[in-house]
């Protein structure tokens, strides 16, 4: 069976037409409220095969118009700007959809987010902020000057490290420097080089950095192959003609960020094609490709994901989620390939912990799935 990261769908666009938008008492009242469905749906759509810029330009306008009192409709947007590195402008949406829900569950989401980007657009700034002990003209801090400067210098370096964790996250192929020579590609077979391929490679050997010793040498010991090409078509032109099964949306693999073939290769595209745009630079390498081998050392290890102790964490984890989680989710709760994608999700943020502190869907996931997280903790050590 083949398997692949599919960019991560909050909640099924159908279910949630069907809460948002299901009270209309006129005609008029319904046209409105097929025509925000219709919006809402469409951009559920662009978003779960990850064309935010899509999502975010059809949200902006109908948040301003049918869909302005919508939570979910600005959920959604908050995400897409998310993806897209626009921080300011995805917090100011998910504390509009928090203020708008009525559902516990989005209010948390939406939560969470807030928090990640306040730390993402505040790190190095003093945490006590303006506020201090009445009478104190120091704003309270009881710190010598030496002891402050060197929390500052502390807060500094943290402030640093978080900005290189996010743009290895989000990387900017104009800021990126790329010494081609120094990068790790013992594993990786390229198809055709273009003008991309550098930085495809450069995330590749981001991601092989942040494997542990005993797990690299698991995938290298296996025999594993990492194949880059300007498209999936490229390398796989049978391929063409086909559609990933987990593709609930439409496309193929044009629209796929990569894969694992289950025999022991990894196929990462340069490019990936969202709808019936041309195809655009694929700038999530480092999260795919860390999902991706995750999917190989469960392999590699006999179907870890389909064994005990961890499918054991799975079921019970499984059994602690509400159905809203499970929805939200549904990409790694499915009946079949759930647990072993689930497995290399969880993977990616154990080698990664970067997505959780960045990604707020990352963020829920690993939360709703604790015991797996600390499993997959222990297997690869």
Not at 63 to 70: P, V
Not at 216 to 245: C, F, H, M, N, Y
Not at 342 to 358: G, H, Q, R, T
Request: charged share 20%; aromatic share 8%; hydrophobic share 35%.
């Amino acid at each position: 069976m083949t398997l692949f990261k599919l960019n991560r769908t909050l909640l099924s666009g159908t279910l949630l037409v069907i809460f948002a938008h299901a009270a209309s008492t006129t005609d008029g009242e319904s046209a409105c409220v097929w025509a925000a469905s219709n919006s809402l749906n469409q951009a559920i759509a662009l978003y779960s095969k990850g064309d935010f810029a899509g999502c975010s330009a059809l949200l902006t306008t109908a948040c301003q118009k049918d869909l302005q009192g919508d939570a979910t409709a600005h959920y959604y947007l908050a995400n897409a700007l998310s993806k897209m590195n626009k921080r300011q402008a995805a917090y100011k949406e998910y504390v509009t959809a928090k203020s708008l829900t009525q559902d516990g569950a989005l209010a948390s989401y939406c939560q969470q987010a807030i928090d990640t980007l306040s730390g993402a657009t505040t790190s190095g700034a003093n945490p006590g902020g303006a506020a201090g002990k009445s009478g104190d003209k120091n704003g309270g801090s009881s710190l010598s000057s030496e002891s402050s400067a060197a929390t500052k210098t502390q807060q500094g370096q943290a402030g640093s490290q978080d900005r290189q964790d996010y743009d290895a996250l989000y990387p900017d192929p104009a800021k990126l420097k790329i010494n081609a020579a120094a990068l790790d590609t013992a594993m990786v077979t390229i198809v055709r080089r273009s003008e991309n391929t550098n930085f495809v490679l450069y995330q590749i050997d981001q991601a092989l950095r942040k494997l542990p010793d005993s797990v690299k040498q698991t995938l290298q010991t296996g025999g594993l192959q990492i194949i880059v090409s300007p498209t999936l078509v490229d390398a796989r032109p049978e391929l063409a003609a086909d559609r990933p099964t987990a593709y609930v949306h439409g496309g193929g693999y044009e629209n796929c960020p990569g894969f694992f073939d289950g025999t022991g290769k990894i196929y990462i595209p340069e490019k990936v094609q969202y709808r019936s745009n041309v195809a655009q630079l694929n700038r999530r390498v480092l999260s795919t490709i860390l999902h991706e081998m995750g999917h190989a050392f469960d392999h590699y290890q006999s179907g870890l994901s389909r064994r005990d102790p961890f499918a054991q964490c799975y079921t019970d984890d499984m059994g602690h989620l509400t159905m809203t989680q499970k929805t939200k989710h549904y990409y790694y709760t499915q009946a079949d390939a759930g647990p072993a994608e689930c497995f290399a999700e969880i993977f990616s943020y154990v080698m990664n912990p970067a997505e959780i502190k960045y990604d707020a869907d990352a963020a829920d996931l690993a939360q709703c799935f604790p015991r797996c997280l600390n499993q997959i903790k222990k297997i690869t050590k």
